[in-house]
C-alpha cells in the first residue's frame, strides 16, 4: 500500500525561504517508499482569513478554495508542516490554515519541520502541535528544527543540510509512515 505524504510550505511572506527548505524534505521523503510525496504550497492556496460562514465540522464549505483544501488534507495519510518562527509564532497562515477545516484532521499523522533563530523555531513548532491536538491530528513528538538556518542556503538559493539533518527528517518520515497505517482505519470512521 503506497501512503499519500502531503509536505506543506507554510510560510506566505515575500522573500520567504520556506520553499527551499520543503524541496529539501521533500528530496528526502521521497527515498521513503512507502509514500508518493507531494508538495504544497500555503501561498497557492491563498486561503483567506475564516471566510466561511459555517462552522468546519459541518463540512459545508462554499468556497472553493476551502473545498480545495479540504480535499487536500483529506487526500493526505500524513502531513509534515514547514514552518518559520515569526516572534516565537508560528506565521498567521499556518494557524488559519489549521482553524478553517476540521474533521480532515482527525487522526492525521503530523510532523513539523521549523526553521528559526538560536531556537530553531522549536516554539513555533510546539505551537502547532498544540493546535493540531486540539483538532484531532496526531501531532508526532519529534519535530526537526533548523537553527541559523541561513548557514544552510547557499549561493544559489538551495538548503544544504548536514547529515544529522537528513537522519532527523528521515527519521520523522518513517515515524509517519508507521502511524499513517495504524490510523488509516480510524480516518474513514
Known amino acids: 500500500m503506497t501512503l499519500k505524504l502531503k509536505i506543506i510550505t507554510a510560510s506566505t511572506r515575500p522573500g520567504r525561504v520556506g520553499p527551499t ?17 507531494e ?25 472553493d478554495h476551502t473545498k480545495r483544501w479540504s480535499s487536500v488534507i483529506a487526500g493526505a495519510d500524513a502531513v509534515i508542516f514547514v514552518t518559520p518562527e515569526y516572534d516565537y509564532f508560528p506565521p498567521a497562515s499556518l494557524i488559519n490554515a489549521v482553524q478553517v477545516l476540521s474533521r480532515e484532521w482527525k487522526y492525521l499523522p503530523i510532523g513539523v519541520v521549523s526553521y528559526g533563530g538560536v ?19 496526531y ?16 549561493d544559489k538559493g538551495e538548503f544544504t543540510a ?18 499513517a497505517v495504524v490510523l488509516k482505519p480510524l480516518r474513514s470512521v
Open 21 to 37: 527548505v520543503s524541496d529539501w524534505a521533500v528530496k528526502v521523503a521521497k527515498e521513503n517508499e512507502k509514500f508518493d510525496v
Open 162 to 179: 548536514n547529515a544529522k539533518m537528513n537522519e532527523g527528517i528521515a527519521g520523522m518520515v518513517d515515524e509517519l509512515a508507521k502511524l
Open 139 to 154: 501531532a508526532i513528538q519529534q519535530t526537526m528544527p533548523i537553527p541559523f538556518f541561513p548557514q544552510f542556503i547557499d
Open 119 to 137: 531556537s530553531g523555531g522549536l516554539r513555533s513548532a510546539q505551537e502547532v502541535r498544540q493546535l493540531l491536538g486540539n483538532v484531532g491530528a
Open 39 to 63: 508538495l504544497v504550497d500555503l501561498a497557492e492556496i491563498n486561503l483567506p482569513l475564516l471566510d466561511e460562514k459555517h462552522h468546519p465540522m459541518m463540512q459545508k464549505y462554499e468556497h
